[in-house]
């Protein structure tokens, strides 16, 4: 059980440029996630997905977009990488809760990202 | 505006002593909350939760944490601090559901 996987650990993009960070689970989780975190700014959310084939936006998501098409991966793509993208990006994953009470998160490893 | 706030962005307390790290929370109603720590270069890790019922909740590691309806409080406690607690410390809630906000994070260095 390898829980949730992220790839590449570190990756260093120049302005423009596109890439994929990949997330993987393998604890059958419905609910996906993505956040960033900045210096001072703690964990913010930029998108989410609650099943296959559904996705939504968290509080930050411009610039990034993502996709569900299987259980177990939810890839999150930059288009076009600006340098105020430059952080450390975390997948998560849990059971659904609907809009009851949540259940645990688990985190991946993270990614360092670096756009110069 | 919901939100969450850790007031003190660094800790240093020395190895044996004890710990609090203070959260706050804005919210209308009885939120769900959580404590989470980061070590260095790892993801998070879920430390406890409070969902209902008695508000001092046990976590592991040997943490606790007391939720205080009045303060709009989550605070987290050890009595007896380790060098491994050395690390980053969320504090997060949700209303409901699986979105969680978080606060921007205390860092704790332990003296020895």
């Known amino acids: 059980n390898a829980g949730v996987t992220q790839t590449p650990k570190f990756q260093v993009l120049k302005t423009g440029q596109s890439m994929t960070l990949q997330c993987a689970q393998d604890?059958?989780?419905?609910?996906m996630s993505w956040y960033r975190q900045d210096p001072g700014m703690g964990l913010r959310l930029i998108h989410y997905?609650?099943?296959?084939?559904?996705?939504d936006q968290g509080e930050v998501p411009n610039g990034y977009n993502v996709s569900r098409s299987t259980t177990e991966d939810f890839p999150l793509r930059l288009l076009s990488a600006a340098p105020s993208q430059t952080s450390v990006y975390f997948c998560a994953s849990s059971f659904s809760s609907g809009t009851g009470a949540p259940n645990e998160q688990f985190f991946g490893p993270g990614t360092r990202l670096t756009v110069l | 505006a919901q939100s969450v706030t850790q007031p003190d962005i660094h800790i240093t307390v020395s190895e044996g002593a004890s710990l609090e790290l203070r959260c706050n929370y804005s919210y209308g109603a009885t939120p769900y909350l959580f404590w989470y720590v980061q070590s260095p270069g790892q993801g998070l890790q879920l430390l406890l939760k409070?969902?209902?019922?008695?508000?001092l909740v046990q976590g592991i590691k040997g943490f606790e944490a007391e939720f205080k309806r009045s303060q709009s409080s989550f605070n987290l406690r050890k009595p007896s601090v380790h060098w491994s607690d050395a690390a980053e410390y969320f504090c997060a809630f949700t209303g409901g559901g699986n979105k969680l906000t978080f606060g921007t994070g205390t860092q704790l260095k332990v003296e020895l």
């Open positions: 604890m059958n989780h419905e609910y």
């Open positions: 409070y969902f209902s019922g008695d508000t």
């Open positions: 997905s609650v099943g296959a084939g559904i996705t």
